[in-house]
């Protein structure tokens, strides 16, 4: 029984969301396709008007005309406000980098600044001396290496002890 309950509330959910979204989809196709055809529909009229009877139709199509006419400078005026928007919020934006970005790149140079002097002085005051310390320490390691040698061969090696058998 609860497998018959999952598998039948499963199917239910998934249609319920695909009409959800289908329905949306299938409005907006059918809207743009009547706008289309009313569109179509009064231009062939218009033309047929125009080819039939044109002086009863002028008036008509005067009117027709002059819709059209006010309907494209509505659109215009609307496509000018939106540009004027665009660039005021390109000048917006410019404000924004301008304001804030600019002080986040100082900030990173003066950084930048700090750790070079931070390395520097690390450098002056630890590295360098313990450098030279290492060095001088090698040398002296070295210096008393040789003169242990030099000691060995001005200086006799014990006598070998009489009672001692030779070694060959």
Not at 18 to 26: A, F
Not at 116 to 139: E, M, R, Y
């Amino acid at each position: 029984m609860p497998e018959s309950e999952s598998g039948d509330s499963q199917p239910a959910q998934t249609p319920a969301r695909e009409s959800g979204g289908v329905k949306i989809g299938r409005l907006i196709k059918l809207t743009a396709i009547v706008l289309l055809l009313f569109i179509g529909l009064l231009l062939v009229g218009a033309l047929v008007a125009a080819l039939t009877a044109a002086d009863t139709w002028a008036p008509v199509i005067q009117i027709f005309r002059d819709v059209l006419l006010v309907a494209l400078l509505l659109e215009s005026l609307l496509i000018i406000a939106a540009v004027t928007v665009l660039l005021l919020r390109v000048a917006g934006f410019l404000i924004m980098l301008k304001s804030e970005v600019k002080p986040i790149l100082d900030n990173a140079r003066e950084t930048t600044r700090l750790g070079k002097a931070t390395a520097q002085f690390i450098n002056t005051n630890a590295v360098d001396p313990v450098i030279q310390i290492k060095s001088f320490l090698a040398g002296l390691l070295a210096f008393l290496r040789e003169l242990i040698l030099l000691r060995g061969i001005v200086m006799p090696a014990e006598p070998p002890d009489p009672d001692e058998p030779p070694q060959a």
